[in-house]
């Protein structure tokens, strides 16, 4: 089974083709980048209508197929900006129809977990999840995926973006703040905020901004930028795995690829006896192949949805979908 799957809950636009044994035939995608300040919704939703044709034949093109191979299309139906899920979910209907290939809509952050405990081997992990929008640390219980902590307020790459822009660093400015904070030499205060199960960033962009002001080395305000936020989303998910009992942490999310990250939350995990699985980056940030794969489970289990099925939801909850794969 072919299973084209198409991304695009927020600056990505990803299209990939993937088969039942989630080999990955082609996996394309584009990046809208605002030329100054945040994401503009609309604008991205534009980007993402551009790039969709060329896109879809590269992707055919790179994986030897032809447009009569595809079974199955697939796409992110939330949570994400409601313009470019609408954009996104369009192109899925119309390709299905036209081609009479069946249509699964795909929760986006079900679709990180699915990607990284196929291709990493591990079985039953906690994720955490961290990208621009979203902070979650989400795990298995009962036949849904369940949110056990979260962002009361931005999302972890989210924060990082906004700092850089606000000191001038190229969006996304995550790579470019673990750089500057290798070069840290010591840990400044920064508020931590951690409630119960879940975090909160706002406060702490704030209080960066300050430290900046009051004359604080960037690189310094980097680094304990990074220790403050990556420490409580770690000691978030350990306590879901304590609570759990499970003993495998998958990482997701573009802030996956930040390797002090990856230390320190391969220190709790070894420190627990337990073990850390990270995808390859391509996987890691958003990307067509987690949606393809997600459809294809959801679609093997059984499941089938009708065009009228296929609204968008811009806050499509993790734990709003019955999960009939496992
Ligand atoms: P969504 O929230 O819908 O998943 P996104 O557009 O934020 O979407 P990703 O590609 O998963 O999706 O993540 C992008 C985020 O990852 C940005 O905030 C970026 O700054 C951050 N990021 C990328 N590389 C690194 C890194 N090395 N260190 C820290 N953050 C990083
Ligand atoms: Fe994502």
Request: aromatic share 6%; hydrophobic share 40%; net charge negative.
């Amino acid at each position: 089974m072919l299973c084209l799957g198409i991304e695009g809950t927020a600056h990505t636009v990803g299209v990939s083709i993937v088969d039942e044994n989630c080999r990955v035939h082609s996996n394309l995608q584009d990046m809208y980048e605002p030329l100054e300040g945040g994401i503009h919704p609309r604008e991205a939703a534009n980007h993402h209508a551009e790039c969709l044709i060329h896109l879809l034949n590269k992707s055919l093109e790179e994986a030897r197929k032809g447009f009569d191979d595809i079974d199955l299309v697939a796409f992110s139906q939330g949570p994400g900006l409601g313009p470019c899920l609408r954009t996104v979910a369009t192109a899925a209907r119309s390709l299905s129809l036209s081609l009479g290939a069946p249509i699964m809509g795909v929760n986006h952050c079900i679709a990180h977990l699915e990607i990284g405990r196929k291709t990493t081997g591990c079985e039953d992990p906690v994720l955490l999840y961290l990208s621009g929008g979203n902070t979650q640390v989400i795990a298995y219980s009962e036949k849904r995926y369940r949110v056990f902590g979260e962002t009361l307020d931005i999302g972890i790459g989210n924060l990082l973006d906004k700092f850089g822009r606000e000191v001038g660093l190229r969006f996304p400015s995550g790579p470019a703040i673990e750089k500057l904070a290798l070069k840290g030499e010591q840990l400044l205060s920064l508020p931590y905020s951690v409630k119960g199960m879940d975090v909160s960033f706002s406060g702490i962009l704030t209080a960066a901004l300050n430290l900046l002001n009051q004359g604080q080395k960037l690189e310094d305000v980097c680094s304990s930028l990074q220790e403050t936020s990556f420490a409580m989303v770690t000691e978030v998910t350990e306590r879901a795995m304590a609570h759990l009992e499970k003993e495998e942490v998958l990482l997701g999310g573009g802030v996956a690829c930040n390797q002090t990250l990856r230390n320190m939350v391969e220190c709790m995990a070894e420190e627990r006896g337990a073990a850390m699985f990270v995808p390859d980056a391509e996987l890691c940030v958003d990307n067509g192949a987690m949606i393809a794969w997600t459809g294809i489970l959801a679609y093997q289990s059984g499941m089938r949805m009708g065009v009228e099925d296929t609204q968008i939801n811009q806050r499509f909850r993790t734990d709003d979908v019955d999960i009939g794969w496992r």
